[in-house]
């Protein structure tokens, strides 16, 4: 057998063997989020929430947009969602979702810290038992409270009210509905007592912008008392006063 290299490798140096290259692993993405893409936090969205009511309150929003924009806000899931909801209103150039450090001014808030208002059903049912409901909790425009042979208790005192008018639909058989409102906002309704009693203590806020709670319905062998507790006034509305408390 010919070993001889052929007229086409005589002359040409040799190919030096070479390792292939090992991938190198890739390297993590340091780089610091957009604020806008951030997670937004309950506070966050309370802030923007606050800043609609007011908005709602001096007329620059309708009670339409006021709705729509809350209902985003409070379903924002980053900084980026919750700021297109006030950028056309004067507080949007105030608001600042950077948290300094507590050492700085400004870290640490004035005065007692208040948790966001929790979200709640809009219907409340006790079937041999009881249900209430109390607290900071965000109130809408629609409550419906069924007692059968239980009880229910309603407090408005520290809700956040949503909207400018809430109606409260009650069913008590053989149960008992009782209500409680701030004494700064309007208190009216009635319903029908069958064998039972059915009393909306009315009471007419001095501020005609206050929030208005409707209460309407049945008492069947039960009872639903409505009235206005002396000394909580409701601070947080959809129409805030104007320079005042």
């Not at 390297?27 to 893409?37: L, Q």
């Amino acid at each position: 057998m010919d070993n001889t290299p052929s007229s086409d490798d005589q002359g040409q140096p040799p190919v030096p063997m070479t390792k292939p290259e090992a991938k190198r692993p890739a390297r993590a993405d340091h780089a610091p989020v957009p604020e806008a893409e951030m997670r937004a936090s309950d506070a966050d969205r309370e802030r923007v929430a606050e800043l609609l009511r007011d908005a709602y309150a001096e007329g620059r929003l309708d009670a339409e947009e006021h709705s729509e924009r809350i209902g985003a806000a409070y379903g924002a899931k980053t900084l980026g969602d919750l700021a297109p909801l006030t950028r056309d209103l004067p507080a949007h150039r105030s608001i600042s979702f950077e948290k300094p450090p507590l050492g700085e001014p400004g870290g640490r808030p004035d005065g007692p810290v208040r948790l966001p208002a929790r979200h709640e059903a809009p219907t409340m049912v006790a079937v041999f038992g009881a249900a209430a409901r109390k607290g900071r909790w965000r109130v809408g425009s629609q409550l419906r409270a069924v007692a059968v042979f239980g009880g229910i208790e309603i407090d408005l005192t520290d809700a956040v009210f949503e909207s400018p008018e809430v109606v409260i639909d009650v069913v008590s058989i053989f149960g008992g509905v009782e209500i409680r409102v701030p004494e700064n906002v309007s208190l009216i309704g009635g319903g029908v007592g069958i064998f039972g009693g059915f009393d909306v203590k009315e009471r007419i806020a001095a501020d005609p912008y206050a929030p208005v709670v409707r209460v309407k319905g049945m008492a069947v062998f039960g009872g639903c008392e409505a009235r206005p507790r002396k000394g909580k006034k409701l601070k947080e509305w959809v129409r805030k006063q104007l320079g005042t408390e």
